[in-house]
Nanobody, 116 residues
Framework: QVQLVESGGGLVQPGGSLRLSCAAS????????MAWYRQAPGKQRELVAT???????NYADSVKGRFSISRDNAKSTVLLQMNSLKPEDTAVYYC??????????WGQGTQVTVSS
């Protein structure tokens, strides 16, 4: 089993920055890829960024050049650095871990609000 706990969300003005953290525990060596998703009220959950076990990354077009995902080699943490934040980035952000057996684990979510 894998447990994920997100932190770092909050209220920030447009153009500001936040760093989200996701701490993994349990069977962390079973984790393959990790990712951040987000979901705004009334909207579908959206994939924001992924990072593989080898460190390769992918980003949604809407966040390219503004967000950066990273992880350590032990897969104990994954970070999402968010810069130049826009009101449309407002959402609950969820950490995701995919195991080698293709099972998904999810964190509880952390609220990010971008507003003046």
């Amino acid at each position: 089993q894998v447990q994920l706990v997100e932190s770092g969300g909050g209220l920030v003005q447009p153009g500001g920055s936040l760093r989200l953290s996701c701490a993994a525990s349990g069977s962390i060596f079973s984790i393959d890829a990790m990712a951040w998703y987000r979901q705004a009220p009334g909207k579908q959950r959206e994939l924001v960024a992924t990072i593989s076990s080898r460190g390769s990354t992918n980003y949604a077009d809407s966040v390219k050049g503004r967000f950066s995902i990273s992880r350590d080699n032990a897969k104990s943490t994954v970070l999402l650095q968010m810069n130049s934040l826009k009101p449309e980035d407002t959402a609950v952000y969820y950490c995701n871990a995919n195991t080698w057996s293709k099972y998904d684990y999810w964190g509880q979510g952390t609220q990010v609000t971008v507003s003046s």
